[in-house]
C-alpha cells in the first residue's frame, strides 16, 4: 500500500493537491491512503521549505506546486 502525504497548512492550493490525491487514488484503484500534514515542524522535516507538496512513501515528489490528477497517476503508476 502506498502512502501519500500533502503538506501544507491548510491554504487553497494545498486543499486542491489533497483533492488531486484523493482522485487519482480512486481513478486509478490502487491502495494507497492520503494523508494531510499541517504541522510546520513534520513539513520542515522532509526539508520543504514552499507548500504544497506532495511525498509518496516518504519520498518528496512536488514542491511549490499543484499537480493535476493525470501528473499524480503517472508518479503512483
Known amino acids: 500500500m502506498k502512502r501519500m502525504q ?5 491554504c ?3 486543499k ?7 482522485a ?3 481513478e486509478l484503484g490502487v491502495e494507497a491512503t492520503v494523508e494531510k500534514v499541517e504541522d510546520i515542524n513534520q ?6 521549505m514552499m ?5 509518496v512513501d516518504g519520498e518528496v515528489k512536488a514542491v511549490g506546486k499543484v499537480l493535476t490528477v493525470d501528473d499524480i497517476k503517472k508518479m503512483l503508476g
Open 51 to 55: 507548500t504544497p507538496a506532495l511525498v
Open 16 to 22: 486542491k493537491l489533497t483533492e488531486n490525491a484523493e
Open 6 to 10: 500533502v503538506l501544507g497548512t491548510g
Open 24 to 26: 487519482a487514488v480512486k
Open 43 to 48: 513539513i520542515t522535516s522532509f526539508g520543504v
Open 12 to 14: 487553497a492550493k494545498c
